[in-house]
């Protein structure tokens, strides 16, 4: 089992920041790489940021320089620093994980937690 705990979640008003944090635990293997989706009402899921098992960053166009995905190895965490928010980042983020099984790639996703950008 994998499990994926997110938390960081809540209302920020425009121009604010807000940290998620996503803890990986249970018989994960090989991880391919970690995370952060986020879907809005009426909207299909989208790629926020995803970093590699060697550390490579990859962020979506609309990020801009806002975001930041970190890791931790030592605590199998992974960190989105989210800064300069705007109410078109309200959303409900998952966190997700990719590991690698033979030459298949498996995909788990965390509960989801509620960023919400109003005044």
């Known amino acids: 089992q994998v499990q994926l705990v997110e938390s960081g979640g809540g209302l920020v008003q425009p121009g604010g920041s807000l940290r998620l944090s996503c803890a990986a635990s249970?018989?994960?293997?090989?991880?391919?790489?970690m995370g952060w989706y986020r879907q809005a009402p009426g909207k299909q899921r989208e790629l926020v940021a995803s970093?590699?098992?060697?550390?490579?960053?990859n962020y979506a166009d609309f990020v801009k320089g806002r975001f930041t995905i970190s890791r931790d190895n030592a605590k199998n965490t992974v960190y989105l620093r989210m800064n300069s928010l705007t109410p078109e980042d309200t959303a409900v983020y998952y966190c997700?994980?990719?590991?690698?099984?033979?030459?298949?790639?498996?995909?788990?996703w965390g509960q989801g937690t509620q960023v919400t950008v109003s005044s």
């Open positions: 997700n994980l990719q590991r690698l099984l033979g030459l298949a790639t498996e995909t788990y």
């Open positions: 249970g018989s994960f293997g090989r991880i391919k790489a």
């Open positions: 970093i590699t098992s060697g550390g490579i960053g």
